[in-house]
């Protein structure tokens, strides 16, 4: 069958890799067109000279284009993948810093927290002007978005136009493939392989913050007790012992718990590489140095040096989105864990929130299916995330100062740590360092 | 596998045969025991004859007993199929013809209206003793109830117990029957998306889209092929594809209408749509015919029995159900359960019916969308009508009986409130062997 399936943000030296080895090796998507579109012409040109190279040395009946213009890479289009980061590993590091001098010390500071919250404002105004490209150059493609805030971008994009769109995230394949440390411990403890597990297992939550809620043998065992008694990282020991549901993304779940989310060496004015209580905060130092590899790699491959080889290029098997595409076009049924509005999927949180849910794909879409209620404590918590994730969509929408102090004020992370004058001066400090991002709010 | 699957109301000479063809066939379900529970001894016995003597025939590695004693026929089991008639023909010819003498003319009567709330009166007090019996000897068995009414006796047995209950219905197989729904649109099967997304409440449910795999809509195909005016009136009006169209017109006192004249019985009398009111002397015939060739075949008299002679009905889809829960099979089925805001425009706690998830994690209702509005004002009607229902059964309490005909709107389209008051009186003197809780 042939598909135009556009990559916004496909410069990516690691994404757009890792994308192309999954399309070469569909046979559901052979004579689709794959349009690269970024607004870096440079690396964007590195990646179409990459991904030609491949399609002909594999001899797969795949076009690349591609463009700097986004609703050029747009019109007609059936899907569209978007990777996008605005400010780059400058303003995630900005993100990282600047709320640890006020005390606040997070890991990765994607999602939510100060850090999560300047990056949707960062990234809603394009996703949405995106979307309202596609009303009008190809109003029934359907969104994925791997771009972070997945949540608060997520509901941007459907509340801004009418465009299907829904977020993924790499985590998310965990409770439909078991992850493989993971299967490795419970073969070690049991015996048990992968195949003797009943999977996908029932998951839900709001993405960087769900679980699996049952997991059983194929002879009728609960999983969870062995698991409990013998798991060794505490995030996810907590959460049996506590809630009685298995956490995915440990690392993202301990920013959305203060409680979780400790600094365990001395601040020097540098959080970046040092340890915290469950994980070591994210330094872009590695960042670059990785991403610097695999510029310079593709960049050598492009110029003609050196074999081509799917191989050698970047893997990544959480990438579930060329799967779910098969799914939607062959009718096949399948159960993702993706990011929806809920729809009373998981009864405690509100039907309009997106939340991470296990749902059907087939030809009639995707369609959550009910996972039951989340343990109430858990859910409370969620609820306060959803509200502050509204407060920031609505500020990243209108650049209004006021409702993103709301925002900021509301934040878990932030409302346990700061008091409402520290609050403003951070959010003021923040907007400040983005501000070239932000042209809503000047 | 080895599974107990406890049949109630398995003396039934069309039932039990038609589900002993499919446990045969079943390579998942060798090794299991099936018993067959049933309060009338000698129908039983006939059933348990003939289930040996297929068992024998077949060479199947299945093992067949059979009780009167409902509480020894559930210990342990895995699995319950429930189909059981309390008062049986008699008792249904009384709720066709007692409202008919009022005015209410309906075609099955088993469902909604005056007579399918009798049966609900009839049928919840054992149904709901045989989840309680369940509670103490095998709390974690489901339920496949097959009796009618769904609706109601599936929220009485979850009200009053926590046993897993579905209630299933041979009608809920079209929408994930491909050939069936190709023939409608007119293409070959392989063209076709299914299982489609449906949803409603039992008997009064439709497919909300049906779509080809290019993508196109295959529901203007339909409205031209398809010249039935109930599924007319379904697709014109509201865009949605009716299955059970029979049963529907039993649900909207517009579509439900005498042609021919009453003269003192109803069965057999043509209604509008090509209709024909059920006739209990056919329903006996064909059930004596089968009783008959049943215990001919259990006695050992004549040919071995092949399984293409015994009564095949293809929508009966409880095996492939229970394969599906055992297997991890992750299947779409079409059953009634909690809502849980599948359906967004049904209440929560509602028992519908709707398009499923069936595998290792149970049974989990999927999110088909809303309703037409209207449809679903329309059926949250009979929810009401179905909650008042259920608190009579439960209670015996005939003020709340009141309530529930009251509401009903088939009774409330056609009687005053004095009239409504009689009829249930006469109805509840009829059946008053069968309801000790009045």
Not at chain 1, 14 to 25: A, D, I, S
Not at chain 1, 131 to 142: F, G, I, M, N, S
Not at chain 2, 192 to 219: E, S, T
Request: include cysteine.
């Amino acid at each position: 069958m042939s598909y135009k399936i556009t990559l916004i943000g496909g410069g990516s030296s690691t994404f757009t890799p890792e994308l192309l080895q999954l399309f070469v090796k569909s046979e559901v998507l052979r004579g689709s067109t794959i349009t690269l579109m970024d607004v870096d012409e440079h690396r964007l040109e590195v990646m179409d000279t990459l991904c030609r190279q491949v399609v002909q040395k594999e001899e797969v009946d795949l076009t690349i284009e591609s463009t700097t213009d986004r609703r050029a890479s747009l019109a007609g289009t059936d899907f569209v993948i978007s990777a996008i980061s605005v400010g780059g590993m400058d303003a995630w590091e900005q993100d990282i810093e600047i709320p640890a001098r006020y005390g606040i010390y997070m890991p990765i500071a994607d999602s939510i927290g100060p850090g999560g919250m300047m990056r949707a404002f960062r990234h809603i105004p394009p996703l949405v002007a995106m979307c309202q490209d596609l009303e009008q150059v190809a109003p029934k493609a359907w969104v994925f978005n791997y771009t972070n805030p997945a949540t608060s971008n997520c509901i941007a994009m459907r509340r801004e136009s009418t465009i299907e769109v829904v977020s993924l995230c790499t985590c998310s394949v965990f409770p439909r493939v078991l992850h493989p440390q993971m299967a490795k411990y419970l073969a070690a403890w049991t015996g048990a392989q992968p195949d003797d597990l009943v999977l996908p297992a029932p998951a839900g939550g709001l993405n960087h913050c769900a679980a699996i809620l049952a997991l059983r043998f194929k002879d009728g065992r609960d999983v969870f007790p062995l698991l409990q008694e013998h798991v060794s990282r505490p995030v996810i020991k907590w959460g049996l012992e506590n809630y009685g549901i298995l956490p995915y993304c440990d690392v993202h779940w301990t920013e959305f718990y203060p409680a979780l989310s400790r600094l365990d060496e001395e601040y020097k004015g540098r959080l970046q590489g040092l340890k915290m209580r469950y994980d070591t905060v994210h330094n872009m130092e590695n960042e670059r140095a990785r991403t610097r590899r695999w510029e310079q790699m593709a960049e050598r491959l492009a110029r003609g040096e050196g074999e081509i080889s799917l191989d050698a290029l970047p893997k990544d098997e959480s990438v579930q989105v060329v799967e779910l595409i098969e799914a939607l076009v062959e009718n096949r049924n399948e159960i993702h864990v993706v990011n929806v509005p809920n729809r009373g999927a998981i009864d405690n949180l509100p039907s309009d929130a997106i939340v991470e849910v296990s749902s059907l794909v087939g030809g009639y879409g995707i369609q959550p299916v009910h996972v039951g209620p989340l343990p109430e404590p858990v859910a409370a918590v969620l609820r306060q995330h959803v509200t502050v994730q509204e407060l920031t969509v609505e500020a990243a929408l209108t650049g209004d100062r006021h409702v993103a102090l709301q925002a900021f004020l509301q934040d878990p992370q932030v409302s346990t740590k700061l008091t409402p004058e520290e609050t403003a001066a951070l959010l003021d400090e923040l907007l400040k360092a983005h501000a070239a991002y932000l042209p809503q709010f000047c | 596998m080895a599974f107990k699957i406890t049949v109630i109301g398995g003396g039934s000479s069309t039932f039990t045969p038609q589900l002993m063809r499919l446990f045969l066939e079943s390579k998942v379900l060798q090794g299991s025991t099936i018993t067959l529970m049933d309060v009338d001894a000698h129908r039983l016995e006939v059933m348990d004859r003939l289930c040996q003597q297929l068992v024998q025939w077949e060479g199947a590695d299945l093992v067949v007993k059979s009780t009167t004693d409902r509480r020894e026929s559930l210990m342990g089991t895995d699995f319950v199929i429930a189909a059981i008639s309390v008062g049986g023909m008699d008792a249904w010819e009384q709720d066709i013809e007692i409202p008919a003498r009022y005015g209410i003319y309906m075609p099955i009567a088993d469902t909604v209206g005056p007579g399918g709330i009798m049966r609900a009166f009839r049928h919840i007090p054992p149904l709901v003793a045989m989840c309680k019996d369940l509670e103490e000897v095998a709390p974690n068995a489901w339920v496949l109830n097959y009796t009618n009414p769904a609706t109601a006796n599936c929220i009485a047995m979850r009200r009053a117990s926590a046993i897993q209950v579905v209630s299933l219905c041979t009608g809920t197989t079209v929408p994930r029957d491909g050939k069936f729904l190709a023939d409608w649109i007119g293409v070959e099967p392989c063209l076709v998306a299914y299982p489609a997304p449906a949803g409603g409440l039992n008997h009064c449910a439709a497919i909300l889209q049906l779509r080809l795999k290019d993508g196109r809509d295959a529901f203007p195909l339909i409205k031209e092929r398809v010249i039935h005016p109930v599924l007319q009136w379904g697709l014109e009006n509201y865009g949605i594809l009716l299955y059970s169209w029979v049963h529907w017109t039993e649900f909207y006192p517009a579509l439900c209408r005498l042609e021919a004249e009453y003269r003192g019985r109803l069965q057999g009398l043509w209604m509008k749509y090509g209709v024909p009111v059920h006739d209990m002397e056919h329903e006996r015939a064909r059930v004596r015919q089968w009783e008959q060739l049943v215990e001919q075949w259990a006695r050992g008299d004549g040919e071995r029995v092949s399984l293409a002679e015994l009564p095949a009905d293809e929508s009966v889809q409880v095996v492939e159900l229970i394969e599906a829960l055992v297997e991890n099979r992750n299947e779409i089925h079409v059953v009634n359960l909690p809502n849980q805001g599948a359906i967004e425009n049904l209440p929560r706690e509602a028992i519908v019916e709707v398009s499923s998830l069936v595998g290792g994690y149970g049974i989990r209702p999927v999110h088909v969308g809303p309703l037409p509005e209207p449809v679903a004002a329309m059926l949250r009607q009979h929810i009401t009508a179905q909650e008042l229902t259920v608190e009579a059964a439960l209670t015996g309490d005939r003020h709340v009986a009141l309530q529930a005909f009251l509401q009903d709107p088939q009774i409330a389209a056609r009687l005053t409130p004095e009239e409504t008051a009689a009829l249930l009186d006469e109805l509840l003197e009829a059946h008053a062997d069968y309801l000790p809780q009045f």
